[in-house]
């Protein structure tokens, strides 16, 4: 079982920054990717960016050139540096974690506030 916790979020102005960081703790093989989901209200929970070990990163395209997320393969976290807020990116940030080729665990979720 992996663990999974995060950090960071809040609120945030529009075109303000914010930085989401996620662990991933506990008995595993290998972790094969890393990343985050998020789910604003009354919608489905989308992917937002993904590491996947062997160097893929994806985004999803709304965010492409204001996230950036970044990975240590040695310390098992993941982080997200999210500039240029926009209202729209306003939601509940979830991490995840897939290890053993297929099971995958979730963070509690941390809630990402953008408004003037």
């Known amino acids: 079982q992996v663990q999974v916790t995060e950090s960071g979020g809040g609120s945030a102005q529009p075109g303000g920054s914010l930085r989401l960081s996620c662990a991933a703790s506990?008995?595993?093989?290998?972790?094969?990717?890393m990343g985050w989901y998020r789910q604003g209200p009354g919608d489905q929970r989308e992917m937002v960016a993904e590491?996947?070990?062997?160097?893929?990163?994806n985004y999803d395209a709304s965010v492409k050139g204001r996230f950036t997320i970044s990975r240590d393969f040695a310390k098992n976290t993941v982080a997200l540096q999210m500039d240029n807020l926009k209202v729209e990116d306003t939601a509940v940030y979830y991490c995840?974690?897939?290890?053993?080729?297929?099971?995958?665990?979730w963070g509690q979720g941390t809630q990402v506030t953008v408004s003037s």
């Open positions: 995840f974690a897939q290890y053993d080729l297929s099971r995958r665990s």
């Open positions: 590491s996947i070990s062997g160097g893929t990163i």
């Open positions: 506990g008995r595993f093989f290998i972790i094969n990717s």
